[in-house]
């Protein structure tokens, strides 16, 4: 059974960092694409960040380049998302998914498996 948990979302102040883990089971971590969508009271789910394990392609949204960092440990199974120069906008609930396509390629368009996802909220 495929299984993503997120960990490490909270309240933070503006200019700040977070650091957001996601733990993943039941599938082969090298094979899969791994991504960070999150969404924001009323507004559309938005994906941030992608990492391809197979055909090693990544992505970021033009909103978190610069300030948000994807990583990954495969001895652990865990990926990561370093989220500094924090804003109030990025105040959302971020989920982490996963598809085993392997790829970023189209990954905007749905992923299968889907953590519960963890709150981020950034204050004033």
């Known amino acids: 059974e495929v299984q993503l948990v997120e960990s490490g979302g909270g309240l933070v102040q503006a200019g700040g960092s977070l650091a957001l883990s996601c733990a993943v089971s039941?599938?082969?971590?090298?094979?899969?694409?791994i991504a960070w969508f999150r969404q924001a009271p009323g507004k559309e789910r938005e994906g941030i960040s992608c990492m391809g394990k197979r055909d090693g392609s990544s992505y970021y949204a033009n909103s978190v380049k610069g300030r948000f960092t994807m990583s990954s440990d495969n001895a652990k199974n865990t990926v990561y998302l370093q989220m500094n120069s924090l804003k109030v906008e990025d105040t959302a609930v971020y989920y982490c998914a996963a598809a085993d396509s392997g790829s970023c390629y189209l990954f905007k368009g749905g992923m299968p498996y889907w953590g519960k996802g963890t709150q981020v909220t950034v204050s004033s």
């Open positions: 039941g599938f082969t971590f090298d094979d899969y694409a």
